[in-house]
């Protein structure tokens, strides 16, 4: 399985898949998940990331996602960048098709 | 082809309801996802990076014209307008939600169609030779055995949580075009000694991250005794394959550890008792009830050679091509195979668009007897065209960009979903493929190239079956970039062999350039029409390796 | 944990003894197969019901003489993926004849009790809560086999022909 969370990361966002259609989604600063990485918490150290993920749990048991984790992002004047390319390519839709996932709704 | 009887459809029906009770259940919070998840595996139903995954099985690669609508309707209906075409020759719809797929499930069973065993650690969909029925040096339709084995494993009681998946395949005649060499365990028709087709059985191919080329364990093994060999097989399996490793628990590594030999002697030990047993496994009216279905269509008695073909040749020189690399020769004059590519160039291999299948469906209708094969190359086939039909039907599959003379050229690659879909990727392989496939998209220069078969994986699980490529890719990642690691010389056919790693890996900008390098080399040293692989093994590594890495 | 035996709840009259710890006076007992071979001689000197328990991947093969004496044989699943039990019991019901109760402990889900029941087991250990209407219908979603095992049903193939006869 690839690496898809890096634990010595110091700024993460958490993101998850929705039970429902299994779109991605990222966990917000609200407490409830959107489409939009945008819209995401960010925590940075260690401590903090953990209780991010922490506060996301309950959606698991209330059948809202499936299995939450951390990912890497850097966030440059406010813009959310994930650091992987898995991430770059959750957050947009296929790299071969532009006009499906995430990314089709930008264009 | 296979239809149903009322006991298939009624099992299929009551699948379909378990199923929506089990997704019910977990929607319903009833059931976690890690109780949920080996259910809905059971069921082809994975969960990727965008969406969940719906595997739909097509036993054996074999279509019908409405079966074909249906996956075209379902793409439209509850996908977002195509599916992907799989080396198991099953058909994946990338974006089902979840809530849908019992209902997908209802719609397949009108055409008896199903997701059942296509993931899981259970006997997957069989998989056969694309040209079965109509290859001339044909034993027997491997179809008709691989009905006998899709039947006998659905839902095996004994077989269904075993170490790990396991794949068949079977072939009716010794050239290979199903891997069966690859697989876990692969069938070969062969002619007994009563002259009765018999079965040649290897066990323990396989490739993923320790690729392995089958053993023959069993020879000429009669009809009446296969299902109680391979029930045999499968519990040497089931009792020993090892459970504390998930890359160590394929049959391949158990085949290994013990040798092909004393497999074969448990195996055999194992088949007399179950033998002895006495259990009847398969009344020999049911081998004829199947083989029944697979009778030879409806052929018109026609000369050999075609004045309407010939014309077209003359005057148009892109069906000449389609019609050298794409056709191939029938068991019945007046008849040919006709090969339908899923690769034209910038496009994305094995991907069919819902207009496209339901274009195929009505032209096999038209010109096929209904039928159409799904390649473990990721193409299409339609078995029994007239040759007289050649070129209206090329002009057909043309017009809806089908029409690629490039079957089996440097740019008709097997290509997993990669890093673009998968969750378990390291790197994206269809990029790689376009662009691959654009920096040869001259036709005279593929032509001239001639067959060479480019496979790429976007990791170790080898989906794309990269240890079998002429030249194979394999995408790796390194610290968050992705490289791509290129072996060479290796062949899924009856000459089986494994490609080697030839060095250092490349990144995303180099491998076409490497890519070109080999295919230089290639050319450089091939004599008289020498394929790639011929010459390969002819001249080795070495000359590919200093080209690859001179400069570096 | 609840006993669900040949289709209906039952009390489970049976003691599941350690390999360390000390024989009860009384009742039913079930061993491991270690210590069946190692205590073989003791165990069958007792007047109280027998039973084994084949753990993961242990073949019947070192009990098969004992059958006769064996009223109960536990087959164990660690965790529901590991398939060996389901071969471990059909080899027992169908290659030996044992008729005596083939017991499945461990981790089982809902939705294996219908090819366990086809291999042969005839009694369940199943989690609190467990109704016997789910297990009903968990036996009952699929009502048609391919496979002929020693439960004895026909098979669609035997059906087939019987209905063309
Ligand atoms: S080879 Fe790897 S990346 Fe490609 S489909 Fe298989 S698991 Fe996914």
Known sequence: MAQHTNKRATTQAVTANRLTDGDVVYFTAAGDWSLWLKDSQVADGKEDCAKLLASAQPAVSAQLVIDPYLFEVTVNEGEIIPASVREKIRMAGPTIRLDLGKQAANA | MYRYDEFDHKLVQ????????????RLAGELTEDQFKPLRLMNGVYLQLHAYMLRVAVPYGTLSGPQMHM???????????????TTRQNIQYNWPSLEDIPAILDDLATVEMHAIQTSGNCIRNVTSDQYAGAAADEIEDPRIWSEIIRQWSTFHPEFTFLPRKFKFAVTGMHTDRAAIRFHDIGIEVVKGTDGKPAFDVYVGGGQGRTPMIAHLIGKAVPAGDLIAYLEAIMRV????????????????????????????????????LVTEQGIPFLPAAEIERIRAYFQAPAYETLPDTSDALDAALAENRRFGDWVKTNVAPHKVTGYAIANISLKPVGGIAGDASADQMDLIADLTTKFSFDEIRVTHEQNLTLPFVRKDDLYPLWQALEAAGLGDPNLALITDHIVCPGLDYCALANARSIPISQKIAERFADLDRQHDIGELKIKISGCINACGHHHVGHIGILGVDKKGTEF??????????????????????????EIVDAVETIVETYLDARENDERFIDTYRRIGKAPFKEKLYATH | MPLIKNGSFADDEWVSVGDEDDLPSEGGVIVSLTRWLAERDTLLGRNTPLGVTLAAGEVPDAI??????????AVQFPIYKDG??????????????????????????????????????????????????????????????????????????????????
């Open chain 3, 64 to 73: 098969v003489t004992d059958l006769d004496r064996l009223q109960l044989v």
């Open chain 3, 84 to 165: 060996r039990g389901y071969s471990s019991a059909r080899l027992l019901r169908e290659r030996h004849g044992y008729e005596g109760e083939i017991r499945a402990t461990g981790e089982i889900l809902y939705d294996q009790w219908f090819a366990m029941a086809r291999c042969g087991i005839d009694a369940f250990e199943v989690a609190e809560g467990t109704t016997l209407a789910a297990f009903d219908a968990a036996m009952n979603e699929l009502s048609l086999v391919y496979q002929r095992t020693g439960d004895g049903r026909p098979t669609v193939m035997e059906l087939r022909h019987k209905s063309s006869d």
């Open chain 2, 237 to 272: 399996y089931n009792m020993n394959g090892r459970r504390d490793n998930l890359y160590k628990a394929r049959i391949k590594i158990l085949v290994h550890s013990l040798g092909a030999e004393e497999m074969k002697r448990q195996v055999e030990e194992e088949f007399a």
């Open chain 2, 71 to 85: 996956l075209a309707h379902i793409a439209r209906k509850y996908d977002k307008g195509y599916g992907h075409f």
């Open chain 2, 484 to 509: 791509y690691q290129v072996s060479l010389g290796g062949s899924a056919d009856e000459t089986s062999s494994l490609a080697e790693i030839v060095g250092p890996a490349f990144t995303e900008d």
């Open chain 2, 14 to 25: 009551e699948r379909v309801t378990q199923f929506r009770s089990q997704v019910a259940r």
